[in-house]
C-alpha cells in the first residue's frame, strides 16, 4: 500500500507482514510465532529533476542600481529550462505583478527592459505578491524560489522579515543579490539563511553558478525518521538494517527508530525485520506507526503508517471425502480475511490436473484415479494473497455399473400366442441374461457373477457379459449379478424373474350366492382352467373333495377319468405342446352339499397336477372354499325362489322378479316363516324393501338407495 500522496508525493513507503502457513495461527489466537515485517521506503520525484517556479524580484526604488539588475535578471533567465516558469514583480513605493508565471521568455525581457526607477521601497509588500503566485499558481513537483536582485532597503508598506518566515514554513528559498551601493546585507543574508536559500552582496558569475546548481535538485526527502511501534505483546527481534534505537516505553509498547538522512528520487531503501509475539493473538493489537521527513522543498511532514494488511488464510474442505472418479467433488471454501472489515474478494483453485477455477466454491471431476495436490490462494479487497493453502486429494478407483436384461434364446412363430416372455421365462425353457449394459468408468469389467437363486453362492462365472440358463423350478427367482473391474472393486444387482410353471391351473367355484355360500344339497359348479406353458408328455390332475358332498363329472375334455373315494383323478395321455391347438385344456364337475346341514358348513377343495417329462408337481391355485348354510337373509331367498318349484334355485339372479314378489305378498299377509331364514317372518319394512329391490331391479346384495 503506498501513501505517496500523504508525504507530498515525495515518498512511497510499503509495509508488508509474511508468514508461513504455521505463523498465520497467531493471528488467529494460536500459539506465539515469529512474522517477517518488511518496510520499503522510494524516493519519488521527476526523472530529470524538479522544475523550478522562480518569481524575480526588481527593486526599482530611487536607491537601486536599475541598470545592473535588468542586466543580471537577462543573463539569469537564459539559464533556465523549458521546463521551468518565471514571472516577474517589481516594487518601488508599491509592488507589482508584471509578469505571471510563464514559460515565455521574451515577454518577461521586455517587461524587465522597460521598468523605469522612482519612488520608496515596498519590499515586504513585493515579497508577499510573489509568495501569493507562487503558493496559488505554483506546481505541486516544482522548486519554488524567489530570486530578490534589491538592496535590502525598505521604507514603506510590510516587514519583510515576517514574509521571509511565512517563506521558510511553506519550503519557498529566497535567493538575495545585493543590487546598489546601500546594501542592507544582514536583511538579506538572514533572507537566505532562513530559506535554506544563497546570498550575494553583488551581480557575478560566480552568483550565477551558485544558483544554476541551486536549482538541481535530486533529492525526494531529508531527515527521515521511521518511528515503528510494536505494541506489549510483539517483540522486536532482528532488523537488517539496524535500528537507530529501540526503547521499551512506560506503555509497554516497543519503539523502533530508523534515521535516513536523505532520500534520492528513484532510490529504495528496505528493512527487513522480525517480530515475535510473545502471546495467543498478539498480531492483532499492532500499533500504528509513525515516519517523518523534509520533503524536496524541505518542508517537514510526518504520516501515520497504519497496521499492515494481513494476508488472508486460505481453507477449504471437500465432499466426498473419499472420493473416485465418477464423484462430482464439493469444494467448500472456509478460507477468512484477519483484517477488520476486510474480505476476501477472489479465489484461485488449482487442482493440480491443468484445471483451476475462480469460483469461491467450486464443483470438479477428476477423471483419473491418483493423487492430486489442490491448491487455493485467496485475495482481500487490499490486495493481500494468502498462503497457498494445499490438500492432497487421492482419487480412488469407481467401482462399475452393474446392470442385466433378460431375453428369448430363440424367436417363436407366435409370440402371441405363447404366455411366455423374456421376464417371465417357462420352467425348462432356457432365456440369455444380458449384462451389456454394465460398465466401468476408469477400468473394465474382467468377471460376471452369476447368482441364479439369490443363495448367495455363485453358480457361473464368465469373462463375458452373456449367460444362458433354464430355470427347474417355477415362482420367483433372485438372480444376483456381481461385476469386478480390473482392480477388483464390485458392484451387485439383483433382478427378480418369475419363471411360469409347465402348466397353470385356476379353479372356480360358481355357486349362485355371494362368498361362494350354498344351500343344503345347492349344487356347486367347479371349473379347472388349465394352460399348457412348455412342452409337457403326458399330465395328471387330483382334486380331493370334501366328505360329505356329492361329485359329478361334467367334462373331462380328453382325459380319462378315476374316482378314487373323495380323490378324483384325470389323466392326460398325451403330448403338449404349448403353442398348439392343445394348450388349453377344461374340467367341469360339479359338486351337492349334503341335504341336511345345521347353521354353516364350510367345506375345502385341494388339488395338484404333475408330469414326469419335464418333472414337476404344483398345487391348482384359484378358488378353494365353499360353505353350505340353512339360513339365509329373506332377499336373498326371495330373489332366489322358484315360484313353479316351490324351492330355492341359487342360481336364479340376484334380483326379484313380479311372481317372486307375489311370493313374498302371500307370506306377509299370512304371517308364514320364509324358508331357509330361520323362520324369519316378512313384516312391514322388509316389505316396503323388497318393493323396492323389485321396482328399481336391484341387487339383493347391494344395499338401496
Known amino acids: 500500500m503506498s501513501w505517496a500522496a500523504a508525504l507530498g508525493q515525495s515518498v512511497y513507503v510499503n509495509q508488508t507482514i509474511e508468514w508461513s502457513e504455521d505463523q498465520a495461527v497467531t493471528r488467529l489466537g494460536g500459539e506465539p510465532s515469529l512474522a517477517d515485517v518488511t518496510l520499503r521506503i522510494e524516493g519519488l520525484g521527476p526523472v530529470n529533476g524538479y522544475p523550478v517556479d522562480c518569481v524575480l524580484i526588481i527593486d526599482t526604488s530611487s536607491t537601486a542600481d536599475l541598470s545592473s539588475a535588468k542586466s543580471f535578471a537577462f543573463d539569469l533567465i537564459d539559464r533556465f529550462s523549458d521546463e521551468d516558469r518565471i514571472a516577474l514583480v517589481s516594487y518601488a513605493t508599491t509592488a507589482r505583478l508584471e509578469v505571471p508565471l510563464t514559460y515565455e521568455r521574451t515577454a518577461l525581457k521586455t517587461a524587465i527592459a522597460d521598468l523605469v526607477v522612482g519612488g520608496k521601497s515596498a519590499l515586504g509588500l513585493a515579497m508577499q505578491m510573489a509568495r501569493r503566485e507562487l503558493l496559488q499558481v505554483g506546481r505541486d513537483d516544482a522548486i519554488l524560489v524567489e530570486i530578490l536582485l534589491a538592496d535590502g532597503q525598505s521604507n514603506t508598506g510590510l516587514d519583510p522579515s515576517t514574509e521571509s518566515e511565512i517563506a521558510a514554513e511553506t519550503g519557498i528559498h529566497i535567493v538575495s543579490v545585493g543590487i546598489g551601493n546601500l546594501i542592507n546585507q544582514n ?12 546570498f550575494y552582496r553583488r551581480p557575478s558569475e560566480e552568483a550565477l553558478e551558485a544558483i544554476d546548481e541551486q536549482f538541481e535538485v535530486d533529492i525526494a526527502a531529508r531527515e527521515i525518521q521511521i518511528d515503528k511501534r510494536l505494541p506489549e505483546g510483539l517483540r522486536f527481534v532482528s532488523a537488517t538494517p539496524s535500528p537507530f534505537e529501540v526503547e521499551t516505553l512506560a506503555d509497554g509498547s516497543t519503539s523502533v527508530i530508523w534515521r535516513i538522512a536523505e532520500l534520492l528520487i528513484g532510490q529504495e531503501i528496505t528493512i527487513e525485520m522480525q517480530i515475535e509475539a510473545l502471546e495467543a493473538g498478539a498480531w492483532s493489537r499492532e500499533a500504528d506507526s509513525l515516519l517523518t521527513y523534509a520533503d524536496f ?17 486460505a481453507r477449504f474442505e471437500y465432499d466426498p471425502e473419499e472420493p473416485t472418479t465418477s464423484d462430482m467433488i464439493e469444494f ?12 476476501i474478494v477472489a479465489w484461485h483453485w488449482d487442482f493440480g490436473d491443468g484445471n483451476v477455477s475462480l469460483e469461491q466454491n467450486p464443483r470438479h471431476r477428476f477423471p483419473e484415479q491418483g493423487t492430486y495436490d489442490v491448491e487455493l490462494v485467496v485475495i482481500d479487497d487490499r490486495g493481500a494473497a494468502s498462503v497457498a493453502y494445499a490438500a492432497e486429494i487421492v482419487i480412488g478407483n469407481t467401482p462399475p455399473y452393474a446392470s442385466f436384461s433378460t431375453r428369448r434364446s430363440e424367436p417363436v412363430a407366435d409370440a402371441e400366442a405363447d404366455v411366455m416372455t423374456a421376464d417371465r421365462p417357462r420352467v425348462g425353457v432356457e432365456i440369455l441374461l444380458d449384462a451389456s449394459g454394465s460398465y466401468d468408468l476408469d477400468d473394465s469389467i474382467v468377471w460376471f457373477l452369476w447368482d441364479f437363486d439369490g443363495d448367495g453362492l455363485i453358480d457361473e462365472t464368465t469373462e463375458v457379459p452373456e449367460v444362458a440358463h433354464a430355470f427347474g423350478e417355477p415362482g420367483e427367482h433372485r438372480v444376483v449379478l456381481t461385476v469386478v473391474d480390473e482392480q477388483g472393486a464390485q458392484t451387485t444387482v439383483e433382478k427378480t424373474i418369475d419363471v411360469i410353471a409347465p402348466v397353470t391351473t385356476l379353479r372356480t367355484i360358481e355357486t349362485g350366492l355371494p362368498d361362494n355360500w350354498t344351500i343344503p344339497s345347492g349344487v356347486v359348479h367347479v371349473t379347472l382352467d388349465l394352460g399348457l406353458n412348455t412342452t409337457l408328455n403326458g399330465l395328471s390332475i387330483t382334486e380331493t373333495i370334501p366328505a360329505g358332498w356329492t361329485f359329478e363329472l361334467v367334462e373331462s375334455d380328453g382325459a380319462t377319468l378315476r374316482e378314487n373315494g373323495q380323490t378324483i383323478e384325470w389323466l392326460f395321455l398325451e403330448k403338449f405342446v404349448p403353442d398348439g391347438v392343445n394348450s388349453k385344456r377344461e ?28 418333472r414337476f408337481s404344483e398345487t391348482i391355485s384359484g378358488d378353494d372354499r365353499v360353505t353350505a348354510t340353512s339360513v339365509l337373509s329373506i332377499p336373498v331367498v326371495i330373489s332366489r325362489w322358484d315360484v313353479a318349484a316351490e324351492a330355492i334355485d341359487p342360481h336364479l339372479g340376484e334380483t326379484i322378479g313380479f311372481d317372486q314378489i307375489q311370493y313374498a305378498v302371500s307370506l306377509w299377509v299370512s304371517g308364514d316363516a320364509v324358508p331357509n331364514t330361520g323362520d324369519l317372518t316378512i313384516g312391514l319394512a322388509m316389505m316396503q324393501d323388497l318393493i323396492a329391490y323389485w321396482l328399481t331391479g336391484s341387487s339383493v346384495h347391494d344395499p338401496l338407495s
Open 297 to 313: 522543498r524541505g518542508v517537514v511532514g510526518s504520516i501515520s503508517i497504519p497496521v499492515a494488511n494481513w494476508p488472508p488464510i
Open 332 to 343: 467448500t471454501d472456509l478460507s477468512e480475511d484477519t483484517n477488520d472489515e476486510g474480505e
Open 587 to 614: 374340467i367341469r364337475y360339479t359338486l351337492t352339499a349334503p341335504a341336511s346341514v345345521e347353521g354353516m358348513l364350510q367345506a375345502t377343495i385341494s388339488g395338484k397336477m404333475g408330469s414326469s417329462s419335464p
Open 187 to 198: 536583511l538579506l543574508q538572514a533572507f537566505a539563511s532562513e530559506t535554506d536559500g544563497l
